[in-house]
T-cell receptor
Framework: TQLLEQSPQFLSIQEGENLTVYCNSS?????LQWYRQEPGEGPVLLVT?????EVKKLKRLTFQFGDARKDSSLHITAAQPGDTGLYLC????????????FGKGTLLTVNP | NAGVTQTPKFQVLKTGQSMTLQCAQD?????MSWYRQDPGMGLRLIHY???????DQGEVPNGYNVSRSTTEDFPLRLLSAAPSQTSVYFC???????????FGSGTRLTVV
């Protein structure tokens, strides 16, 4: 089983602050995905990264895939209350391994 | 375009009862998966399918059965419900194993 460790588990910040969430593993992934989940809803895909060293930006969110494809980070600039939610990273194994493994998530609260 | 539809949204079962959680997608996606989400445990893969007629076990398959007779449907069967199966269940689908998944809104199951 490929394990993904997310940190921090909880994060409470003020509106306007910056933050980074980390997703680490000892395994190599063919792709890594980030999702955001709100209470009572299913996760919603934010981004997929597939190339080592890849950086993707989605407005104030910046996603990076590690060079060795074992880790990833999510950076939010100038956080807003609407960014509040559970952020999940998920890795897809390589070759014929089609299992998508999730980290336990980072619960972000942005206070106005 | 309805996306991924899960029914029912809520269900209470008695220990030992059986039931089927329904999942249907209208996006012609080949890849479908079932996850359960428990507090502090993140999303754990139960079973997944890479196409009609092809299924495989995930991380926590015991007590659950699946079949995939059509591309659109991927039902999850609980054979004999146990309190440990109290959870929120999510179905997800994707058109490629390298691209992110679309999740349903979940089924909240309580076994008493």
């Amino acid at each position: 089983t490929q394990l993904l460790e997310q940190s921090p588990q909880f994060l409470s910040i003020q509106e306007g602050e910056n933050l980074t969430v980390y997703c680490n593993s000892s395994s190599v992934f063919s792709s890594l995905q980030w999702y955001r989940q709100e209470p009572g809803e299913g996760p919603v895909l934010l981004v997929t990264v597939v190339t080592g060293g890849e950086v993707k930006k989605l407005k104030r969110l910046t996603f990076q895939f590690g060079d060795a494809r074992k880790d990833s980070s999510l950076h939010i600039t100038a956080a807003q209350p609407g960014d509040t939610g559970l952020y999940l990273c998920a890795g897809m194994g390589g070759g014929s391994n089609y299992k998508l493994t999730f980290g336990k998530g980072t619960l972000l609260t942005v206070n106005p | 375009n309805a996306g991924v539809t899960q029914t029912p949204k809520f269900q209470v079962l008695k220990t030992g009862q059986s039931m089927t959680l329904q999942c249907a997608q209208d996006m012609n996606h080949e890849y479908m998966s079932w996850y359960r989400q428990d507090p502090g445990m993140g999303l754990r893969l139960i079973h997944y399918s890479v196409g009609a007629g092809i299924t495989d076990q995930g991380e926590v398959p015991n007590g659950y059965n699946v079949s995939r007779s059509t591309t659109e449907d991927f039902p999850l069967r609980l054979l004999s419900a146990a309190p440990s199966q109290t959870s929120v269940y999510f179905c997800a689908s994707s058109y490629s194993y390298r691209v992110g998944y679309t999740f349903g809104s979940g089924t909240r199951l309580t076994v008493v």
